[in-house]
C-alpha cells in the first residue's frame, strides 16, 4: 500500500468534529481511494471529494485509539475493478448527523503512490489501517460491512495470545503440564510491555505528533508552567526545557517540534537553527532571534513578547494587538485580512513597519470606485509600507481588506482589495519598501507610521 502521510482533517471533517465534541453521533461510513494530482494550489482542508476518486473501501473495523484518534480499517480488493491506478490520494467520509449526507471528513495524499491492477491482472487483498484525529468525542460509530472479512496476521496473532482463546486448550495444557499456561501468559505480557512491539501503532501516534495540521486550532501558551486550566488542542511552551505541549483533553503529550521545524524552507537554507534546544530565525546570517515552534491548522498566540515560526499552510490569529509575531525572512510569501472597528484615525495610508523598523522608501498606490466614480492617488518615501488607504474618521466607518505579502529580494511587496472612504467605496492597492537585512517578523501595524491596534486579523503563510 502506498505511503500516506497523515490525515488531514478537511473544513467539513473540523465541523463535523465540531458537533461531534458537543454530543452528537460521529459516524464513519466508508474509505475511498483516488488517483488525483494535488498540485501546489491544493489545499487539502478545503476539498470536499477526492480530485479523482476510483475506488470506494467498506469499513471492516473501528477502533478508538485512546489518544484522541481512532484507527478505520478497510478491505482493499481489485475484484471488479474495471482499470487500474495509482493510488495518490485516500479520503475518510462520515455522515453529517444534522443533514444525513455524507461528507469528506479528512484526507491524506501520497508521493509515492502504488499501482493497483484492474481485476483479472493479480489478484490483490489487502487490509488497510488509516488514523484521524476524533479528539475526546464520546459517540464514535462506523457503518460496519460484513460482506468482505479478511483476517489480518495480526488479527490472528492477537487471538491466539488472548488469555480469552482457546479455554478448553489452555485447561487441558494446564492440566497437562503444570505451569506451562502461566509460562506462555507471561510471555505475551512481556511482549506487550516490550517498547519495541506494535510499532505500527507507535509509528502512527509519532506520525500524527509531527505533523502540525492535524489540529484544527490551538491557542498557544508560552512560560516556565502548564496551565492550570487548558482546553483542548491548546499548545504550550515551555521555556525552561524549550519543549513543546500539545492538550489532548487528558494530558499534556510532548511534541516533536525539532522534526516539524527540519521540514521548513528556512531550516533547509540555514536561515533557521536550533542552538541550545533554542530555535533561531536569521534574514542576513548574523543577527539572529528566537522564535517560537507551533502545532495547529490555525495557532493563537495568547502570550505577549514572542515572535511565533510558522509552517507554509498555517495560519495565525492575532486579537488586539499592534503587532504581526510571525517569523518572516527572505523568501516568504503571506495572505490574510485584518478588521478594526470605527472610529479610524483618518482616511489615509494604513500599514507596516516591516519588522518593527522604519524605512525611508515606502511607497503605495491605489484606485477606488464608488457608484460609477473612479479615483487614484499615490504616496512616496514613507517610513512603513503603505498598504490600503482606508475609510475616514467618521464613527460609522469600519476598515478592513484581504491583502498578500511578499518578502524577496530585499523587498516586502503588497498588494489589498479592501474598503476605501466611507460608504460604498472599494479600493484595490498595491504598496512595497525596503525590508531590512536584520528583520525576523512580518512586522507592526501602522497609521501614516503610528502605531494602530487592530482588533482582528488572521495570515496564513503561502510559501
Known amino acids: 500500500m502506498a505511503n500516506f502521510n497523515g490525515t488531514i482533517l478537511t473544513t467539513q471533517g473540523r465541523n463535523l468534529l465540531a458537533k461531534a465534541l458537543a454530543g452528537a453521533e460521529l459516524q464513519f461510513t466508508k474509505i475511498q481511494l483516488g488517483d488525483g494530482i494535488w498540485d501546489e494550489n491544493t489545499n487539502p482542508e478545503e476539498l470536499t471529494s477526492l480530485v479523482s476518486p476510483k475506488i470506494d473501501l467498506p469499513i471492516n473495523e473501528l477502533k478508538i485509539v485512546g489518544d484522541g484518534t481512532a484507527r478505520i480499517r478497510a478491505v482493499l480488493t481489485n475484484t471488479g475493478l474495471q482499470e487500474g491506478f495509482f493510488t495518490r490520494e485516500l479520503g475518510i467520509f462520515a455522515k453529517d448527523p444534522e443533514t444525513g449526507e455524507e461528507i469528506l471528513y479528512s484526507v491524506s495524499y501520497a508521493s509515492n503512490p502504488d499501482y493497483i491492477p484492474a481485476d483479472g491482472v493479480t489478484k490483490i487483498e489487502d487490509v488497510i489501517d488509516v488514523y484521524t484525529v476524533i479528539a475526546n468525542a464520546q ?13 489480518t496476521k495480526q ?9 480469552d482463546a482457546h479455554p478448553d486448550i489452555r485447561q487441558a495444557i494446564q492440566d497437562a503440564t503444570g505451569n506451562l499456561s502461566q509460562e506462555i501468559d507471561a510471555k505475551v505480557e512481556a511482549h506487550n ?14 506520525t500524527l505528533q509531527k505533523n502540525p495540521f492535524v489540529i484544527p486550532y490551538s491557542r498557544l501558551q508560552i512560560g516556565s508552567a502548564k496551565p492550570a486550566t487548558p482546553q483542548l488542542f491548546d499548545s504550550f511552551y515551555d521555556t525552561t526545557t524549550n519543549t513543546l505541549f ?12 525539532v522534526s516539524i521545524v527540519q ?8 536561515k533557521l537553527r536550533i542552538t541550545n534546544g533554542i530555535l533561531e530565525i536569521s534574514n542576513d546570517g548574523t543577527n539572529w532571534y528566537q522564535v517560537i515552534p507551533t502545532i495547529g491548522a490555525t495557532v493563537e498566540l495568547l502570550t505577549n513578547g514572542y515572535t511565533v515560526f510558522l509552517l507554509p499552510g498555517q495560519t495565525f490569529v492575532g486579537r488586539n494587538t499592534d503587532t504581526i509575531p510571525i517569523a518572516a525572512v527572505e523568501d516568504s510569501q503571506f495572505e490574510g485580512t485584518y478588521y478594526y472597528p470605527p472610529p479610524s484615525p483618518g482616511n489615509l495610508w494604513f500599514g507596516i513597519i516591516p519588522s518593527g523598523i522604519n524605512i525611508s522608501d515606502g511607497y503605495g498606490a491605489y484606485v477606488a470606485g464608488s457608484s460609477g466614480k473612479a479615483s487614484g492617488n499615490s504616496t512616496s518615501n514613507r517610513t512603513f509600507i503603505p498598504l490600503i488607504e482606508q475609510s475616514g474618521t467618521v464613527s460609522t466607518c469600519d476598515n478592513w481588506a484581504h491583502f498578500s505579502i511578499s518578502i524577496s529580494n530585499g523587498v516586502m511587496a503588497t498588494t489589498s482589495v479592501g474598503h476605501g472612504e466611507c460608504g460604498a467605496v472599494v479600493t484595490a492597492n498595491i504598496g512595497h519598501g525596503t525590508y531590512p537585512s536584520n528583520g525576523y517578523f512580518i512586522g507592526k501595524w501602522c497609521y501614516e507610521g503610528n502605531p494602530q491596534v487592530v482588533s482582528l486579523f488572521s495570515i496564513r503563510r503561502v510559501a
Open 155 to 163: 488479527d490472528i496473532k492477537q487471538h491466539n495470545t488472548s488469555a
Open 246 to 257: 500539545l492538550w489532548d483533553g487528558q494530558q499534556w503529550i510532548e511534541i516533536d517540534w
Open 263 to 270: 521540514n521548513s524552507p528556512e531550516f533547509r537554507s540555514g
Open 139 to 151: 459517540n464514535v460509530t462506523a457503518v460496519i460491512s460484513d460482506t468482505v472479512v479478511i483476517a
Open 193 to 206: 510491555q516490550d517498547t519495541n512491539a506494535h510499532m505500527d501503532i507507535r509509528n502512527t501516534i509519532s
